[in-house]
């Protein structure tokens, strides 16, 4: 039984800075790949960045580029996702991804794996 926990979110003002975190357990970490999706109230889920096995591969949407990083850490089974220069629109539920895959993706069905979710507030 693979688990994905979410940690890290919370209320922050336009233009700070949040960190979140997804422990995985369950399964090898190294051969997973990681994503981070989120979920705003009345919205489909869209997908925000995604990361391969060894963390030299990394892709984002292009409502996040140069603001968020996504970045993993094998030996402690963990990915995060650094989220610089906040907006109102990044207000979600930001939820953590895994892809019994080598490759990867931005599709939602790709994605085996998923959190519970943690919330993010950017208030003005």
């Known amino acids: 039984q693979v688990q994905l926990v979410e940690s890290g979110g919370g209320l922050v003002q336009a233009g700070g800075s949040l960190r979140l975190s997804c422990a995985v357990s369950?399964?090898?970490?190294?051969?997973?790949?990681m994503g981070w999706f989120r979920q705003a109230p009345g919205k489909e889920r869209e997908f925000v960045a995604t990361i391969n096995w060894s963390g030299r591969s990394t892709y984002y949407a292009d409502s996040v580029k140069g603001r968020f990083t996504i970045s993993r850490d094998n030996a402690k089974n963990t990915v995060y996702l650094q989220m610089n220069s906040l907006k109102l629109e990044d207000t979600a539920v930001y939820y953590c991804?895994?892809?019994?895959?080598?490759?990867?993706?931005?599709?939602?069905?790709?994605?085996?794996?998923w959190g519970q979710g943690t919330q993010v507030t950017v208030s003005s």
């Open positions: 369950g399964r090898t970490f190294s051969n997973l790949v």
């Open positions: 991804a895994a892809r019994t895959s080598f490759v990867p993706t931005q599709k939602i069905s790709d994605y085996n794996y």
